[in-house]
């Protein structure tokens, strides 16, 4: 059998992993210093919660979800995002009765069955937060922020934040209305898909890729300019703020967002260096949507970012710690044994050791130490253990050092000492 992953999938090996490691560190350090708690939430839901909050007529459902039936009937769904996910749970256990702001993040795979592409796969992971209870534009500001100082964070340059409104239940009929005059006498120039969601809901025209969809909306109305009062103000105070923080953005009144459940703030993170799937992250309000989930009305606003377009980003990455500190080459069987007792000893020490386990030349051995990066070599025969004493070679440095044949004096020799 020749077995292969599936198409859009792919498996993250050592030491790419290090990658991975780093920026999930950085971005819990971040989240705990602004609050944010992790939260698991399962990886497979009822396909109603994705399809009643994302939309009925959005890619993601209409196109991509992995939805299939379970042995006892029921039509489940591997998760496209976690928003949707992340208010059900919310509603389910009652989290809105706990003072606000609460603040989650959560990280792991989500699924869409989209057309693999670079930067684009059909499992990808994410890393998002959710912030609740808070409708005061102030909070939008502080948590493009934090977004922001994870990405710095982790040693992302160049990106480009950009920020627009996408109005509230107030605003959105009066636009929809304008939209649909602007398309009217241009409908038949739009694919069959944009032409039924003409009437479904002809915003998410504007989130159409067919490039002749793209081109026949140039000049359509933005929904910048058909703001509430409300929206407007909110908006405008979330710019001030941006300004405060010192967070370099641009407005872009033609961002799209391919979810249906965002009202006011809708944001991305874009690098050039990614091509056409140029999002890092990207997030915004859902104030309306805990109450769509049978909670008490509730605003929210988050984010997600994509792991597997931020890997490829991290040019000046960082030290893959894929070698060990140690490698021990024993040489005879009393040298394996004491071989085996230290390095249990060292690593109880916090350090990265490995050994030879079969009684090879040393040629043999140090090829292997050498090979799998080794910063330090310790070579121990018989004359070492009547001696009780061994010699620690720094690989990188090319220096020696004696040491004793004892847990500290070794821990001391190779700089890592308590
Ligand atoms: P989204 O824009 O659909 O938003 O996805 C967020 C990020 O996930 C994207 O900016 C991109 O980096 C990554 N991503 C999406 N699809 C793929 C893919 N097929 N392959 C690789 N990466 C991908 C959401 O998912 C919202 N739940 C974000 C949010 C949280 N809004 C509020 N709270």
Redesign the pocket.
Known sequence: MNYKSLKGLQDILPPDISHWHHIESTAQDVFRRYGFREIRLPVMESTDVFVRSIGESSDIVEKEMYTFEDKGGRSVTLRP???ASFVRAYVEHHLYNNPSPQKFYYMGP?F?Y?RPQA????Q?Y?I???AMGVEEPELDAEIISMLSVILQGIGLEGLNFEITSIGCPRCRPGYRNALREFLEVRITRFCSDCQRRYDINPLRILDCKVPSCIESRAGAPPVLDYLCTGCEEHFGRVIKALKLLHIPHTINPGLV???DYYTKTAF?VTSESLGS?K??????R?DSMVKEFGGPPTPG??????M??IVPLMKHSVAASGAPDLFFCPLGSDALEKALLLTEQLRAGGLWVEMNHDISSLRSQMRKANRMGARNVIVLGADELSRNEVVVKNMMAKEERSARLDRESLLRALGAER
């Open positions: 995002e976690g928003t989500m869409r989209e930067f684009r796969y059909r990808f994410q998002g937060a959710e967002r391919g979810l991305e799937q999002a890092v992250a990207a997030g915004g859902y606003i988050g984010f997600a970012m994509g597997e377009r």
